[in-house]
């Protein structure tokens, strides 16, 4: 499996507040992608990022931002958390050549009350 | 993005050969087709790809028709781990094409 770590794993948060998921790599992949999964919805993309401080928006990027400063490691923040946000948050990585397959994380259970 | 149509779902008895249709008939030239599969709460599985010709790996095999219209994902001995949604996507590879998920099959393997 595809060295990829999110943290945390599971979190309850409240409505306002800000909140910060961390997907980590250890394959040296070009492309990290946040996605988040709801019942009816399936995957959606939030933000991607093709390099180090090289970002851009997915189709649901409203509320969210993202950050990346080392090539291993893709941050999502959530700037002010709403009940709409109460999803599954799915890391993803791509190598950048070849078929551009991507490799996803365990995900992040986030609920905001 | 192709659309592609995949039945609703699948059964496979155990230690047999699981094989999942998919129909792709406005497949590009340059698009390829993916397979992933997504074990209940877990984050989705990348499983193959290929563009024309047959393509095997440590999972599975893929078989695209010779006009690409549709193709078969074969899990040559499933066991009850394999139980999953099986998705099949047909994109042109690029680092900025998000993947889009339909609603897929799901593979039930029965003991």
């Known amino acids: 499996d595809a060295g990829i770590t999110q943290s945390p794993r599971h979190k309850v948060t409240e409505t306002g507040t800000p909140v910060t998921l961390r997907c980590h790599q250890t394959e040296n992949h070009r492309y990290m992608y946040w996605y988040r999964q709801d019942p009816g919805h399936g995957l959606r993309l939030i933000h991607y990022s093709y390099g180090v401080k090289d970002t851009d928006k997915g189709e649901v990027s409203d509320g969210y931002s993202v950050s990346r400063s080392k090539t291993e490691d893709f941050l999502l923040t959530l700037e002010s958390a709403t009940s709409s946000q109460t999803s599954v948050y799915f890391c993803?990585?791509?190598?950048?050549?070849?078929?551009?397959?991507?490799?996803f994380g365990p995900g992040t259970r986030l609920t905001v009350t | 993005d192709a659309k592609t149509t995949q039945p609703t779902s699948m059964d496979c008895a155990e230690g047999r050969a699981a094989n999942l249709p998919c129909n792709h008939s406005t497949i590009s030239g340059n698009e390829y087709v993916y397979w992933y599969r997504q074990i209940h709460s877990q984050g989705p599985q990348y499983i193959i790809h290929g563009l024309k010709n047959n393509e095997t790996n440590e999972m599975a095999s893929l078989i695209i028709t010779e006009d690409r219209k549709s193709s078969t994902l074969i899990l040559p001995h499933a066991t009850l781990r394999d139980t999953a949604v099986y998705y099949c996507?047909?994109?042109?590879?690029?680092?900025?094409?998000?993947?889009?998920f339909g609603k897929g099959t799901r593979l039930s393997v029965i003991a």
């Open positions: 996507i047909v994109r042109a590879p690029s680092g900025n094409t998000p993947l889009v």
């Open positions: 993803a990585i791509s190598p950048g050549t070849g078929g551009y397959e991507q490799y």
